[in-house]
């Protein structure tokens, strides 16, 4: 089984940092796309910023130029930076991970973390 362990959340006030780590272990033969989502109460789940296993990222634009996304494909593990961060990002973050495979003739499957607290406030 694979599981996604995300930390780094809590609680900046506005115009701070934050920078989030997700580590996915268990029996990995290979991880595909990573990516970062975010819930905020009583709002669909949306993406912030994915990246690929070579490298490349997609940011959706209400975070472009502020977010960052990072992978570490040795550690299996995905980084999101947060700058400039707004009350309005607050919301649950949670990591992603697609076309995992557990061995090399193993079918793609997708993983979800379990979710981090993000609460920008004064």
């Known amino acids: 089984q694979v599981q996604l362990v995300e930390s780094g959340g809590g609680l900046v006030q506005p115009g701070g940092s934050l920078r989030l780590s997700c580590a996915a272990s268990g029996s990995i033969f290979s991880i595909g796309a990573m990516g970062w989502y975010r819930q905020a109460p009583g709002k669909q789940r949306d993406l912030l910023a994915r990246?690929?296993?070579?490298?490349?990222?997609n940011y959706a634009d209400s975070v472009k130029g502020r977010f960052t996304i990072s992978r570490d494909n040795a550690k299996n593990t995905v980084y999101l930076q947060m700058n400039s961060l707004k009350p309005e990002d607050t919301a649950v973050y949670l990591c992603n991970a697609d076309g995992v495979k557990t061995t090399r003739w193993a079918t793609y499957r997708e993983y979800w973390g379990q979710g981090l607290q993000v609460t920008v406030s004064s």
């Open positions: 990246i690929g296993t070579a490298g490349n990222t």
